[in-house]
């Protein structure tokens, strides 16, 4: 790669590196501010793409993509005041978390409205009028409209760090960020400021989407791609920082940039395509930011936080009667293998929900008594899965010795990850986790002439008897009720009792002799081996894996049963994996707008169950009694 192609490529980055802007300062914007996680963010930018284009190619002409574009910036800022004032409002006093399932739960209805309204296809929009040349730039054409875009980002830049340090509203913003409740015990409005800022973050990711009308084509992956960009973004940059977000975008735009310059390199054992590489190199910067800088390249320690949601009950040991409605569920589960001859499918999806038992309990071994946010707990997941299929692929080893083997696999993934994870706390924690996911998704990617690349591994069956469905739902069974009472057993021993105690009070730990570190980092490698189980036994009750079982997609759905059933209970994620998993598989075949549906249930669920299904039943029966 020539000098001259190099800058090219560099100054081409620099439009990329505005739409990565756009999405980005509004999702920092509405973090500071209201405390939420939006995962809708990307699903806002998503519709702003094809918006756009419906008003590009319904009205065409100059008025109809630029007006098309101002248009469909106020269209999403409207949405984003509407989403803050029907459904975020009413769950400010739910953990934060559960914000982030409600906002999940949008993204699934918002995919299928696009789907409804705009079909399958991807839609590319047409050229921009008046930027539809091209000019020459070191020997090469760069196209007028790229330049456009390159340009508009400081713009924008510099219009919204006036308008933060010259008027009031920004003042507000700022002062919020610093200490939200300060800012309302003076007299301040925080349901107007919380949804204004909300409908700005909603507004700016729609003008990043419209802006990609003409460059890229609208589709319904873009959700989840735009959402991770942006959460990478934020985090190198430094939450709350307006010029680090765009610092940020130009450093991961330009990494891109280079990557697809450089193309393929042959490093003798392997074959590594820079190009692809795009697709994880986002994380592999964001891993080294915050490594070497905890809160991002201008990121500073968050100000005051005090949760307004209601304080965390202790966790205690199960009830008489809980341990009798537990072995009444377990001498059932036990005796559903006399079903299936009537119903050989319920022995498939009973496999199905006791894995995702699984990796939901071990997920919540380190969200809920650890503390411990993690959005990359399918990288633990997908090392059992691929460790246990390449070790019979490979090395021919027995399907048992296989299995046994998948724990360590992922328990040696989790000590190497948690060291770096565990000096982290919040987001940064949990977009870390995220990162070090998308690097082993990548490794496995890459890999082809070992993982298998896309095709992944094929072929990975248990041998007889395990080949019988309810044989292999016993084993699974076995195995999991093993998990669930040796995690319980660390969290009711002393190593759970220090665990829980450098979650409530980090300094105080300190202070009486643990090392709170030390406690984290053994927390997350538990959880990460008892993942691997989940993953060893998903391998052979699906036959084949691919890179998709390390997907952000399989991580979000972990979050999703941990909250469903309620983080602050240790039945919890028991009751969410199970409803999960039943619902995704029922729902998915009554209709094909199935994300749409599922995504409404979930909603309902939050908002009648701000603490989970278990932390409200367990407060029902607690006041029923008390009165």
């Keep these: 790669m020539t000098f001259s192609a190099f800058l090219f490529q560099a100054l081409n980055g620099l439009s990329t590196a505005s739409g990565l802007f756009f999405i980005a300062v509004g999702l920092s914007l509405i973090f500071g501010v209201t405390r939420i996680i939006n995962i809708a963010h990307g699903s806002l930018y998503m519709l702003g793409t094809y918006i756009a284009y419906s008003f590009a190619t319904k009205i065409g002409g100059v008025f109809g993509f630029w007006g098309g574009i101002v248009a469909t910036a106020l269209i999403v800022g409207v949405m984003g005041a509407v989403i803050e004032i029907v459904l975020l409002r009413r769950i400010y006093r739910a953990p934060e978390l559960f914000q982030l399932l409600a906002t999940f739960a949008l993204v699934l209805v918002f995919n299928d409205m ?263 707990h399918a990288a633990y997941f997908g090392l059992g899965a691929y460790g246990a299929a390449l070790l019979v692929k490979w090395l021919a080893w027995p399907m048992g010795f296989a299995i046994a083997a998948a724990p360590l696999i992922a328990l040696a993934g989790a000590l190497l990850f948690g060291w770096f994870a565990v000096r982290l706390s919040g987001v940064y924690l949990a977009m870390l986790t995220l990162a070090f996911a998308q690097i082993v998704w990548a490794a496995v990617f890459q890999w082809e002439g070992f993982t298998g690349g896309s095709n992944g591994v094929i072929g990975v069956w248990p041998p007889p008897p395990f080949d019988k469905a309810w044989v292999y739902f016993i084993v699974t069974l076995v195995l999991a009720a093993a998990a669930v009472l040796l995690l319980r057993r660390f969290l009711f021993a002393p190593f759970g009792y220090a665990m829980r105690a450098g979650r409530d009070s980090p300094l105080r730990a300190e202070a009486i002799g643990v090392d709170v570190k030390r406690v984290h980092w053994l927390a997350f490698a538990i959880a990460g081996g008892i993942c691997g189980v989940a993953g060893g036994l998903f391998a052979f009750a699906k036959g084949s894996i691919s890179p998709e079982t390390i997907s952000v997609g399989r991580s979000i759905d972990g979050l999703v049963m941990v909250l469903l059933g309620g983080i602050q209970t240790l039945t919890g994620p028991l009751v969410g994996a199970s409803l999960y998993a039943v619902l995704q598989d029922t729902v998915m075949r009554q209709t094909e707008y199935w994300r749409a549906l599922l995504g409404i249930i979930i909603l309902v669920l939050v908002l009648a169950f701000p603490q989970g299904i278990v932390g409200a039943t367990a407060r029902l029966f607690g006041k029923r009694r008390a009165s």
């Design 114 to 376: 696009a789907l409804w309204i705009w079909g399958p296809e991807d839609l590319l929009g047409p050229r921009a009028p008046g930027l539809r040349g091209s000019i020459e730039v070191l020997g090469r054409r760069l196209p007028e409209y790229a330049l456009f875009l390159a340009l508009i980002g400081p713009v924008v830049l510099l219009i919204l760090h006036f308008a933060l340090a010259r008027t009031r509203f920004g003042r507000l913003i700022r002062a919020a960020t610093q200490d939200r409740e300060m800012v309302g015990a003076l007299g301040v409005n925080q349901a107007i400021l919380f949804t204004s800022v909300f409908a700005l973050g909603a507004a700016l990711a729609g003008l990043g989407g419209a802006l990609q009308v003409a460059r890229e084509p609208a589709n319904l992956a873009t959700d989840l791609v735009a959402i991770g960009d942006a959460f990478v973004v934020v985090v190198v940059g430094g939450m709350g920082s307006i010029t680090g977000a765009y610092l940020a975008a130009v450093i991961i735009a330009e990494v891109k940039a280079l990557c697809i310059g450089i193309g393929v390199v042959d490093f003798g054992f392997m074959t590594v395509n820079f190009s692809k590489l795009t697709l994880v190199a986002e994380f592999l910067v964001m891993a080294a930011v915050l490594i070497a800088r905890p809160y991002g390249l201008m990121g500073k320690p968050q100000g005051v936080v005090r949760s307004i949601a209601e304080p965390e009950e202790p966790i205690r040991p199960a009830t008489p009667m809980l341990k009798t409605l537990a072995v009444i569920v377990l001498t059932l589960l036990m005796c559903l293998p006399l079903l299936a001859q009537s119903s050989p499918y319920l022995m498939i999806l009973g496999i199905d929900v006791l894995i995702a038992v699984i990796f939901a309990t071990s997920l919540h071994f380190i969200m809920g008594p650890g503390g411990m946010h993690s959005f990359g």
